[in-house]
C-alpha cells in the first residue's frame, strides 16, 4: 500500500465543470509535488510545495490552481480544463527538498485518472 | 545540465530469465540516482536509490543496480524474471544544483514471456 493518497482515483468532468484533486501523507515530509503523466511519458513536473509554500510552478496554465492547507495535505483545483488535460494526475511527497533533499526519494500515490469530456 | 538517457524503449525477456535494463545520465555533480517500477494505472513505486555510499545497490523485489562513475552509467538488473515484473521502468537523477527538478528518463517497458 502507498503511504501518499489521493482521491479520488477516477474523475470525468466537463469543460465547464470545477473539482478538486486530493492528496493526502502523513510521513512528516516538506516538500510535496504535482506531476501530471500521459500515456506512455514520464511524469512531468506541474508544481513543488516546500513547507506549506509554493516554491515551483512549471508555467503550468490557470485552470489549474494548487493548495497546501497545511504540511500533510495537498489540493489540485481544477476549472475550465480542456480535453487535452486528460491524464493521470500523481501526487508525490519527499523528506525535504533542500540540502538532504536530493538524496531523499519521491513517495508517490497511485494517481487520479482524468478524463474531460 | 542534467539528463537521464534510458538506451531501450521495450526489453522483453522469458520468465526465469535475466532482466537489464540500461540507464545513463549526465550530471555536473555527484549524482543521486533512482528507479522507480510502474505497473498499469498506479503510481510510481521506488526499487532502489544510490546516494554515494555503495556501488551496488540492493533493492526490492531481487532488483539491484550498479553505479559506474566511469561509464555515467546506473544499469538495473534481476537474476531471474517473473511474470510480475512486467510493467514501466523508471531511471531516476537527482543532484544537488537540481533542487526541487528530478529528471526521469524516457521510461522502458518491460514484457515477461511465459
Known amino acids: 500500500d502507498t503511504e501518499v493518497t489521493q482521491t479520488p482515483k477516477h474523475l470525468v468532468m466537463g469543460m465547464t465543470n470545477k473539482k478538486s484533486l486530493k492528496c493526502e501523507q502523513h510521513?512528516?515530509?516538506?516538500?510535496m509535488y504535482w506531476y501530471k503523466q500521459k500515456a506512455k511519458k514520464p511524469p512531468e513536473l506541474m508544481f513543488v510545495?516546500?513547507?506549506?509554500?509554493?516554491?515551483i510552478n512549471e508555467s503550468v496554465p490557470s485552470r489549474f490552481s494548487p493548495e497546501c492547507p497545511n504540511s500533510s495535505l495537498l489540493n489540485l483545483h481544477l476549472h475550465a480544463l480542456q480535453p487535452e488535460d486528460s491524464a493521470l494526475y500523481l501526487c508525490?511527497?519527499?523528506?525535504?527538498?533542500?540540502?538532504?533533499?536530493?538524496?531523499?526519494?519521491?513517495?508517490f500515490g497511485n494517481g487520479t485518472r482524468l478524463t474531460v469530456t | 545540465a542534467q539528463s537521464v538517457t534510458q538506451l531501450d524503449s521495450h526489453v522483453s525477456v522469458s520468465e526465469g530469465t535475466p532482466v537489464l535494463l540500461r540507464c545513463n545520465y549526465s550530471s555536473s555533480y555527484s549524482p543521486s540516482l533512482f528507479w522507480y517500477v510502474q505497473h498499469p494505472n498506479k503510481g510510481l513505486q521506488l526499487l532502489l536509490k544510490?546516494?554515494?555510499?555503495?556501488?551496488l545497490v540492493k533493492g526490492i523485489n531481487g532488483f539491484e543496480a550498479e553505479f559506474k562513475k566511469s561509464e555515467t552509467s546506473f544499469h538495473l538488473t534481476k537474476p531471474s524474471a517473473h511474470m510480475s515484473d512486467a510493467a514501466e521502468y523508471f531511471c531516476v537523477v537527482r543532484d544537488y544544483t537540481g533542487g526541487f527538478k528530478t529528471i526521469f528518463g524516457a521510461g522502458t517497458r518491460l514484457f515477461v514471456k511465459a
Open positions: 544510490y546516494t554515494s555510499a555503495a556501488t
Open positions: 508525490a511527497s519527499s523528506q525535504d527538498s533542500l540540502g538532504l533533499g536530493r538524496n531523499s526519494p519521491l513517495h
Open positions: 510545495y516546500s513547507y506549506e509554500k509554493l516554491s
Open positions: 510521513m512528516g515530509h516538506r516538500a
